[in-house]
């Protein structure tokens, strides 16, 4: 369960989450460079052809740009308590990212173009703008002239849960290097999971919290995607 307002300390649960994230980046390496990827395939029946090696490489690096880039949201921008269930929950959720894209991508033999590098735009997009979005709320949050206010500005005029449309941003890039139709399964799950699950949530929450400034904030700004949404 979320512990929205709750801050307590919670390092030990911090350390197994990152211990655990690391741990599914190495299985993911060994997914697109040590042949793991090829013993998959087989087990599933189908024909390993090598896939494009450039394309491995890219899927790596941008796993552990992804990693490093919530690094600061786990350890500085949070600031609630992480439960135990979300410190061994949540890695295992990032590891449909880490494992499920390097899996779709492994076997593409394709070579790179533009396809890719417009997912490779939208990953760094939308992880820049998840860095920012989570800089701006915690600046925000220790303002003490803030105690008692919604943040409704920067980035966060777009959307209501804009950290939530950087996640679709980069995922969306992702799912366009694998270069694999099956990857968009990945992010229409994402997208229910924000929409149908955690906006309601955080939503529920925040009207309790914020009264009337959550409700004009809601009637001026779209909840998820900008101007759509």
Known sequence: MITYGDYSKNTAQKLTLIILELIILWISYMILFRQWG????????????????????LLMSLNILLFLTYLPTIFVFVKRRITWAEAINLPFAFALYYLGFALLGYNSAQVPNYIDWIGLILVILGLSLHFVSELERHKFKKNPQNKGKLLTTGVWSIS??????????????????????????????????????????????????????????????????????
């Open 38 to 57: 090829d013993k998959v395939l087989e087990w599933l029946d189908l024909l390993p052809t090598g896939g494009n090696h450039l394309r491995r490489s």
């Open 160 to 229: 209501r849960h804009v950290n939530y449309f950087s996640d679709l941003l980069w995922v969306t890039g992702f799912s366009m290097i694998t270069r694999n139709w099956w990857s968009v399964l990945i992010i229409l799950f994402l997208f229910s999971f924000f929409y149908f699950y955690n906006i309601p949530l955080q939503e529920k929450y925040l009207a309790k919290k914020y009264g009337q400034q959550f409700e004009q904030y809601k009637a001026n700004t779209k909840a998820l995607i900008p101007c759509i949404i």
